[in-house]
T-cell receptor, first 117, second 117 residues
Framework: DAGITQSPRHKVTETGTPVTLRCHQTENHRYMYWYRQDPGHGLRLIHY???????DKGEVSDGYSVSRSKTEDFLLTLESATSSQTSVYFC????????????????FGPGTRLTVT | AQTVTQSQPEMSVQEAETVTLSCTYD???????LFWYKQPPSRQMILVIRQEAYKQQNATENRFSVNFQKAAKSFSLKISDSQLGDAAMYFC??????????????FGKGTKLSVKP
């Protein structure tokens, strides 16, 4: 299994409070992703990073920010949590060498269940 | 925009029997990858099988095989000799091949597979 950890694994917070989720990898992979999983929606991309300090928005980025100051850590921040952000959050990584065939796989962390009350 | 559709929210199969999960996708690209991920109750996302669009041969991994119909944009997963451990959510996913740079996964909404003893 790829060395990916997420912390915390579970969190309950109140509406309006800031929340930061952490993804840590030991694989030295270039690409890191944050997805959210909701019933009836599958997984949807929030933000991704293609290197230290290089990030970009995904499909559902509103209300979220990210930072990557080190290769191994990718932080997802909810500046002011809302009930609509109650979800399971997954981090994923990929090597990013791609090669001519773009063959990289994405490996997923164990997920963080966030409840906003 | 690319989309992935799984039309079967739930499926059931008898242990040792064969089951096929359906997936269709929409894209204007010719070079891409398709995946099936398994998510057991533990929530861990596990890559089951991968298909490169440029390959005509259908991918196979032990009891898992796909039927890839590029013209019809169809990508079904067949599970042979179903086992109790196969019970899980199954997600179909698409990724465009950027030829060396990374692309995010686009997921279907999932199919919940139950296996009856």
């Amino acid at each position: 299994d790829a060395g990916i950890t997420q912390s915390p694994r579970h969190k309950v917070t109140e509406t309006g409070t800031p929340v930061t989720l952490r993804c840590h990898q030991t694989e030295n992979h270039r690409y890191m992703y944050w997805y959210r999983q909701d019933p009836g929606h599958g997984l949807r991309l929030i933000h991704y990073s293609y290197g230290v300090k290089d990030t970009d928005k995904g499909e559902v980025s509103d209300g979220y920010s990210v930072s990557r100051s080190k290769t191994e850590d990718f932080l997802l921040t909810l500046e002011s949590a809302t009930s609509s952000q109650t979800s399971v959050y997954f981090c994923a990584i990929s090597l990013g060498t791609g090669g001519p065939l773009g063959e990289d796989e994405q490996y997923f962390g164990p997920g963080t269940r966030l409840t906003v009350t | 925009a690319q989309t992935v559709t799984q039309s079967q929210p739930e499926m059931s199969v008898q242990e040792a029997e064969t089951v096929t999960l359906s997936c269709t996708y929409d894209t204007s690209e010719s070079d891409y990858y398709l995946f099936w991920y398994k998510q057991p109750p533990s929530r861990q996302m596990i890559l089951v099988i991968r298909q490169e669009a440029y390959k005509q041969q259908n991918a196979t991994e032990n009891r898992f095989s796909v039927n890839f119909q590029k013209a019809a944009k169809s990508f079904s997963l067949k599970i042979s000799d179903s086992q109790l451990g196969d019970a899980a959510m199954y997600f179909c996913a698409y990724r465009r091949n950027y030829g060396g740079s990374q692309g995010n996964l686009i997921f279907g909404k999932g199919t919940k597979l139950s296996v009856k003893p």
